[in-house]
């Protein structure tokens, strides 16, 4: 929150008036020093704590990262003849994130049943977990640029480490002033992330818990597609078109709209980091045409409150890719097809999995810029429809499709959870996961219950302390009621009760 004289009404409104200016529009919101640098305003002014936004956020994250200190006279502008020269900002659009952790699973990584192979028996400790390189910020007036580099050092369902785009942006954008209290901000964007574009905490790609360790239990739940999507975890590219539209006495209403379509983003190669069932218990395979996801929400500002509710839908068509050496599929025209390069192979033709994803979202806010304390309450359930095997083949006995026992299904994750921050440097959050559906031996596998249930509930409350703005220290412990259809221990294949995934993580990052 802002700690000054100016109140918080007339912030937004210097930040609204300054799109008529100029400003640009751009992708995902992370505290980045670049950005402090760029507008000359503490993170504090953008972020309840990163990476939650308020309401100044949004809207700087809607005029494109472009908003900036300087004066135009400070930047390098001239014509000549037919020659336009450039127009630069001098300050650095690069910054770098650290993040490292430290994991304590109660039963110790033999829970997973061998699939963690690398690991310690316990207290797992990964220094650094992540590296990313940011180049963040204003390009041109009218395009803001976030690109996000990540080095992974490896670990639970991240192969041996390596560099990877994580979440990344283009955007072109353009404010117009439709009146006193209307602003209406279009852009065209393109990403590599469903939901990167979002402005609140409630989607995909920005719901809390906002980090966790490669060695958590919880990075072995079964999730929905979109769920898993992020940049660096399936690879894929989209282009996409949307606006805001704030209007009402104090423009105190926000209606967002967002549509992309996502394609594979690496080629006709295998994908590099694994595929989707490396990280999120799923299909390995390649997109089969294009995914299309609609973005749509809603927002009020009141005093010291804001409100959202909103909704998504994102509609993916998967090659069950999965089929072991010498089968032989059906392709779209009848004609058969041999597999000969083993799993993860990216044949156009053969069976064909979908996973049609819907959600609806709410967040409430509030936030006290007298004395920077803030709470955010946030709400999120995704529904998922998924279908096996569209295009008929000649698949081992009694399969449907090589990824799935049953030619349907369903998929469900509740997300609810909350944040307190006081004077920007202690907060305290919590919350209650819930994923449910449909029991997939063939999907799921049977390492936890010959079933091949996903359904997992938990409960976690995490301590965070702020030294410094580009500085945090978290600890966070999770309690299982129940570990993808795991109970008691008698229900489990390996012999584990719930409590047995209990996860205690340590966790660190700092950024310049």
Known sequence: ???????????????????????????????????????????????????????????????????????????????FGNSVGLLISRVSQFSIFLQASATNVGGGQAVFGGTNAGASPNNNVQFPQQVSLFYAGEVTPHIGSFLHLT???????????????????????HPWKLGTNNLLVTGVDVNNTPTAMDLWNTTPDWQAPFFSSD????????????????????????????GADIFGPNRANWLYADADV??????????????????????????SGAAPYIRLAYQHDWGDWNWEVGAFGMWSSVYDASIPNGNTVLDVNGNPVFI?????????????????DYDFDTQLQWLDTNDNNNVTVRAAWVNEQQHFGGVGGVLPAGAISANSTSPSGNLNFFNINATYWYHDHY???????????????????????????????NEWIEASYLPWWNTRFSLRYVVYNKFNGVGSASSNTLGYGASAYNTLELLAWISY
């Not at 494109?64 to 200190?69: E, L």
């Not at 929905?224 to 282009?239: K, N």
């Not at 000969?340 to 049609?356: E, H, W």
Request: contains cysteine; glycine residues 18%.
């Open 340 to 356: 000969s390069s083993g799993p993860n192979s990216n044949y156009s033709g053969g069976p064909i999995d979908t996973f049609d």
């Open 427 to 457: 907060g305290i959050q919590g919350g209650y996961r819930n994923v449910w559906g449909s029991a997939n031996p063939g999907l799921y596998g049977t390492t936890y219950t010959n079933s091949g249930s996903p359904d997992t509930s």
């Open 151 to 173: 080095y992974s050092g490896g670990g639970s369902g991240t192969g041996g480490g390596g560099f990877n785009f994580d979440d990344s942006s283009i955007v072109w954008t």
């Open 262 to 287: 996502y394609t594979n983003g690496q080629g006709i190669q295998t994908n590099p980091v694994g595929g989707f069932a490396a990280f999120n218990t799923g299909p390995a395979g390649r997109l």
């Open 215 to 242: 060695y958590s239990s919880w990075g072995h739940v079964p999730m929905p597609f979109i769920e898993g999507s992020a940049g660096a975890g399936y690879p894929l590219a989209g282009l996409g078109v949307y």
């Open 1 to 79: 929150m802002v700690s000054s004289s100016v109140g918080f009404k007339k912030k937004r409104l210097i930040v609204a008036l300054a799109a008529v200016g100029g400003m640009a529009l751009s992708s995902s919101a992370w505290a980045l020093p670049s950005f402090a640098r760029q507008t000359g305003w503490s993170c504090a002014a953008c972020h309840t704590s990163y990476p939650q936004l308020t309401p100044m956020g949004r809207m700087f994250k809607l005029l494109g990262f472009t908003t900036t200190n300087l004066q135009r006279q400070q930047k390098l502008q001239a014509k």
